[in-house]
Structures are given as C-alpha cells and as structure tokens.
C-alpha cells in the first residue's frame, strides 16, 4: 500500500486521500508519495510534482488562491503522481516519447492533467461528504 507523507494542514488530508483513492493511487506497494503545502512555490506556480515509480513529491502552493482552486491544483498534481507511480511519465518522456522540446500545454501529461482534474476533485469530494 502506498505511504503518504502529509506536510500540510490537517483539515486538506482528508481530500488528498479522497484523491488518491478516486486515482487508485493506494494499489502501488512500494510507492512513497510526499505532499507538500506552502504558501508560495518556486517560480510562482500553483502546483508541482516530480518523482518515479518508487517516489513522488507534490508540492502545493495555498498563499492568494482561492479555496476551490487549491483543491483542483491537488487533484491536477496528484494525476501527475499517478502518471509517474505508473511508469507513464518518466522526466520529460511519455510512454517513452520524449517531448522536450513540446510547449506547455501541448505535453500529453498536462493535457490528461487539465481533462480529469475537475472529475478528480468532484469524486473526492463526494468521498469526503460520504464519510462525514
């Protein structure tokens, strides 16, 4: 079963795991997922995650940003925890393609990312109320 790291405030844990549940994120044995939350990130993002098969870091930006918007940047980068934990993403290769040298919003990751990222938040949010 996955090991969650939480380095945020307590009241978000229970969505990150609504999220990672609607990902199917708990079935990797040997994944060690971190998420991080900070007021500001470097280079003034909303989110980052970066990692492998065996490690993934996320790492959440909460200073200026609105509630709701904090929770699909959760839900985005957690998708992108999924892509690496799976082997699907692998630095800047996608089912073993390189795209390098492919703009931002051309990257086959981010396209996935922004096209599950409002389903993700909503299953786990549904998951949250359930189990209040």
């Not at 200026?64 to 957690?78: F, N």
Request: aromatic share 10%; glycine share 6%; proline share 4%.
């Amino acid at each position: 079963m996955t090991h969650v790291n939480y380095d945020c405030p307590e009241k978000f844990v229970p969505y990150i795991n609504g999220c990672i549940e609607v990902l199917g994120l708990w079935k990797y044995p040997d994944l060690e997922l971190t998420v991080v939350m900070e007021p500001t990130i470097t280079g003034g993002a909303h989110g980052y995650c970066w990692g492998d098969t065996e490690e993934v870091e996320v790492e959440i930006a909460t200073d200026k940003v609105a509630m709701d918007e904090v929770c699909l940047t959760i839900a985005h980068e957690l998708i992108h925890a999924k892509q690496y934990a799976s082997g699907v993403l692998d630095d800047m290769n996608w089912k073993g393609k390189c795209y390098r040298d492919t703009k931002y919003t051309e990257l086959p990751w981010e396209e996935e990312a922004f096209k599950k990222e409002e389903e993700v938040m909503m299953k786990a949010i549904e998951i949250v109320r359930r189990k209040i």
